[in-house]
Each structure stands twice: as structure tokens, then as C-alpha cells.
């Protein structure tokens, strides 16, 4: 018997399904969460220290691409959030058929885009 299958992986041409995004995307928002948690202390410390500094912080978050981390990190812990909670009840058996698993990947992505979007949308 010939095995078919493909013995140099090319990347760019694999069709990867949802779940599979959705199992990357909860990688890639877990680790910027981690790396951007020392932008988030550092956030919160110069909040707090007086009312000078918490203007100048309100000035440093005006600014265009310090809204948009921030709204790339609301995201990701939104979709991480959701992921997470897939993953739970898929530990638990449930939603493990493959088209459970296809609409439950649906609506994390949905959800999770929703929820960005409103609360971006409420913050500024």
C-alpha cells in the first residue's frame, strides 16, 4: 500500500479548518496578553499615583496607536476568554461531534469579535 501523503509540509497552501484558527488564535492572544502585561501595570500604576499623572495618561491614551494595542489587547483577552471556555466544555465532552465543534469555533470567533467591538466602542 502507497501512503499519499505529502512528505514536505508547505504552510502557506495548508487549509487549516476553524477550530484549528480558532486553537492558533487562542495561542497567539495568550501570549500578546503576556507580553503586553507590563504596558497594562504599568498603565494602572501611573493611574493611581495622582490626578496630574492620571491626566497625563488620559493625553498618552488619546493617542492613535496606544488605542489601537489597547483595542488589540481587549480583543485578545476576549477571544481568549471565550476560547477558554470552549475548550472547558469540550474537556467535558461536550460539543466534541464535528459539527458542534465547527459551530461552537463559529461562535467563539463571532462572540468574541461582538464583544470587542461593543466595549471598544463604549471605552472611546
Known amino acids: 500500500m502507497e501512503k499519499t501523503r505529502p512528505k514536505h509540509l508547505d504552510l502557506l497552501t495548508i ?7 480558532v486553537s492558533i488564535l487562542h ?56 476560547a477558554g471556555l470552549r475548550y472547558l466544555a469540550l474537556d467535558m465532552n461536550w460539543g466534541t461531534e464535528l459539527a458542534a465543534a465547527r459551530a461552537s469555533s463559529m461562535w467563539v470567533l463571532g462572540v468574541s469579535l461582538l464583544l470587542t467591538v461593543a466595549l471598544g466602542a463604549a471605552l472611546w
Open 27 to 82: 495561542r497567539v492572544s495568550g501570549a500578546g496578553m503576556f507580553f503586553l502585561l507590563p504596558l497594562l501595570l504599568w498603565l494602572l500604576d501611573n493611574s493611581l499615583h495622582s490626578r496630574s499623572t492620571f491626566n497625563n495618561l488620559l493625553e498618552l491614551v488619546a493617542q492613535p496607536w496606544l488605542k489601537l494595542i489597547l483595542f488589540g489587547t481587549i480583543w485578545a483577552f476576549l477571544h481568549h476568554l471565550c
Open 15 to 21: 487549509r487549516l479548518p476553524l477550530p484549528g484558527w
